[in-house]
């Protein structure tokens, strides 16, 4: 006999939206069958395959022909994404730099820092 798959089954762990919650964020998930699942993924993705992969790409010296060609293609885009690019909503910073004042905030000054302040 046939059985049809299971689909009740909790694709989200709890923990992960309790973390969200407890983190004050939004997932990036939505509900089972609406428009939300996956968004962040998607755009990326989206964004990828407009910006690395298409025909014209700065990214892009020919044909890709080879799995070594695709994936200097993506080694190089996410190097450009994450430490080149700049993003309005990051008030025109990289990710990497928007990321490395988020932490640097948050621990304070550094221990040099401290510790130059003592010996002045």
């Known amino acids: 006999m046939l059985q049809r798959p299971i689909e ?3 694709y989200t762990s709890i923990r992960y939206t309790d973390t969200l919650t407890l983190e004050g964020l939004q997932p990036s998930i939505g509900s089972v069958g609406d428009a939300y699942d996956n968004a962040a993924a ?3 993705m989206g964004l990828f395959k407009n910006e690395a992969v298409a025909k014209g790409s700065p990214f ?3 044909a890709l ?3 070594t060609d695709v ?3 993506v080694f190089e885009w996410v190097h450009w994404y994450n430490n080149e690019r700049l993003h309005s909503a990051l008030d025109h910073q990289t990710p990497e730099e928007y990321e490395q004042t988020y932490y640097d905030l948050q621990a304070g000054p550094s221990s040099d820092a401290a510790a130059n302040k003592q010996a002045a």
């Open 42 to 44: 998607e755009t990326v």
């Open 60 to 62: 892009r010296t020919g």
């Open 65 to 67: 022909k080879t799995e």
């Open 8 to 10: 009740l089954a909790q």
């Open 71 to 73: 994936q200097a293609i």
